[in-house]
Each structure stands twice: as structure tokens, then as C-alpha cells.
């Protein structure tokens, strides 16, 4: 019952936080909602008895990354007479929650027909670092070799483009 409860405390924070993520007009802010959204999906993977996503979700992805990218927003120092003035915002808002919401009520009406089952315990070390490596490194080993050879030629790209742009200034 209470892991019920928490389920829905870190769903509702998720979905607040992603809804002032693409809300609010300053950077700051949206990247702070990014973080409360982070941390609530790291809480659902705890409840997911998914330990290393949930590790790697808080240390990497919430502490990390949140702070590098809060360190150039402030590091920009992006003022409000610096944002560029939307007009229109509103209506356009309006205007996608009434696109998005035909799908959440379907998605709603299709979670309600489920039928209810009692709840299997999982294997105490399911979502553990050395199932989860064993795992990537067997039977996912060229998926993994391929994202990251995809992930080496966008940093050299990445490098090859600033220095382009380095060289023409």
C-alpha cells in the first residue's frame, strides 16, 4: 500500500516537473523542474527494484549532468530582457494540452482495462551492476559497441565543427 502511494507521489512530481520544464520562460527555472523530474523518475526505478538504473539515474543523470548544464545557464547569465518574447505562448500551450489530451484518456482507458494480479517478488539481485553487465556485455555486446562507436564520431564531429568555427572568427 504504501509503495502504491509512492508510485504516485513520484508520478505526479514527473509529470509537474516536465510540465514547468517546457512552462516556464527561463532557463533556470526549466532546468530546475528538469531535476525535480529526474529525481522523481530515479524514485520509480527504485520502485522498479531496478538498483542500478536508479544509482546511475541520481549520480549521473540528476548530479552530473543537471549541474553542468545549471553551471552554463548561469554562466550565460541569461537575464528576462535577454528572452525573446513569445507571442502567442498561451494559445499554443492551449493548444497542444487539447492535441495530448485525446491520448491520455486512451491511455487511461487502456491502464483501467488491465486486469489486476498479485505481485511477483523479484529476484534480490535483479537490477544489480553484475546482472546488468553480464547481461549488456553477452547478449547485447553490438548494440552497445555500436552506440558507442555512434557516440565517438558525434564527439569528433562535435570537436571538428567547433574548430571550424574557432578558425573562421
Known amino acids: 500500500m504504501f509503495a502504491d502511494w509512492l508510485f504516485i507521489l513520484f508520478t505526479v512530481c514527473a509529470v509537474l516537473g516536465a510540465a514547468g520544464l517546457v512552462s516556464f520562460r527561463h532557463p533556470m527555472n526549466s532546468a530546475m523542474s528538469f531535476v525535480v523530474t529526474l529525481i522523481s523518475l530515479a524514485g520509480l526505478y527504485a520502485l522498479l527494484s531496478a538498483k542500478l ?19 552554463i545557464i548561469m554562466f550565460l547569465n541569461i537575464q528576462n530582457e535577454d528572452l525573446p ?44 551492476v553484475k546482472e546488468v553487465g553480464q547481461l549488456l556485455f553477452s547478449k547485447w555486446l553490438l548494440p552497445f559497441e555500436i552506440v ?12 571538428v565543427l567547433a574548430g571550424k568555427r574557432g578558425i573562421n572568427k
Open 85 to 128: 518574447v513569445e507571442e502567442g505562448r498561451l494559445k499554443n500551450m492551449t493548444i497542444g494540452a487539447v492535441l495530448i489530451a485525446p491520448i491520455g484518456l486512451f491511455l487511461m482507458k487502456v491502464v483501467k482495462q488491465i486486469p489486476g494480479s498479485d505481485t511477483v517478488v523479484v529476484d534480490p539481485n535483479f537490477g544489480g
Open 53 to 71: 538504473i536508479f544509482a546511475t539515474q541520481l549520480i549521473v543523470y540528476a548530479g552530473a549532468i543537471m549541474s553542468l548544464i545549471i553551471f
Open 148 to 159: 558507442s562507436i555512434l557516440l565517438l564520431v558525434a564527439l569528433v564531429g562535435a570537436v
